[in-house]
């Protein structure tokens, strides 16, 4: 289905972030939840050569992999009708062209207690996608982090920054990969 078949019939659309788009969405929403998807684990698996990389050193960010036992915590938004048009053209660019993502649509699950789950669009780098580059050890993710730069600045800003989403927004939650990735990192720098 496109992006915009799956607009609910008063028009809005909600987006669901987990990697830059928690602490960067770039676009125009009405509102936001933090919360989380069930059946995906966030890793560390995706290449960027343009953001946080290049073609000769591409970065890490995040993607999804379906794994029944995870949830993935992130911040969706309402984008509301006369957003979309502009919004989606954004996300298309950056996520898609730019990122080798596809639109996969989620339940999310707002952590607010007492909020239904919606419906919500996300966007997911699968194994087949050139820049995809898979496993690899929290040194070897670390080791690379610590090395990148892209157009918009340090791969280590990109994990940095999710961490500290992590941990402001969601305290209750422990992301191993992530924390283990980041204690990787701080490991490499010197004191
Ligand atoms: N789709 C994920 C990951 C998005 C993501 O990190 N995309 C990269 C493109 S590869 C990006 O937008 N980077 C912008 C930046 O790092 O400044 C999300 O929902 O947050």
């Known amino acids: 289905m496109k992006p915009r078949e799956m607009i609910k019939e008063k028009g809005n659309l909600w987006i669901f972030g987990y990697g830059s788009l ?9 509102r936001s939840k933090v919360g989380f998807i069930k059946g995906y684990k966030r890793l560390f698996w995706h290449g960027d050569t343009f953001y946080r990389g290049d073609k000769e050193k591409p970065g890490r ?31 298309n660019t950056r996520e898609v062209v730019m990122g080798g993502y596809i639109t996969k649509m989620v339940e999310f699950i707002p952590k607010e207690k ?30 690379q982090i610590a090395t ?11 994990l940095v920054r ?14 191993e990969h992530l924390f283990s990735i980041e204690a990787a990192v701080l490991n490499i720098l010197p004191t």
């Open 22 to 30: 928690v602490w960067k969405p770039d676009f125009a929403y009405k």
């Open 61 to 91: 960010v995040v993607t999804l992999v379906e794994d029944q036992e995870s949830c993935t915590w992130g911040v969706a938004y309402e984008v509301t009708d006369s957003q979309i048009e502009e919004s989606l053209q954004h996300l």
């Open 114 to 143: 007492g909020q239904g789950a919606l419906l919500a669009l996300v966007y997911i780098a699968t194994s087949d996608n050139p820049i995809y580059l898979g496993p690899a050890s929290d040194k070897e993710i670390a080791a």
């Open 148 to 158: 990148c730069r892209g157009n918009t600045g340090h791969n280590m800003e990109y």
């Open 162 to 175: 999710l961490a500290e989403f992590m941990r402001l927004d969601c305290p209750e939650v422990n992301d």
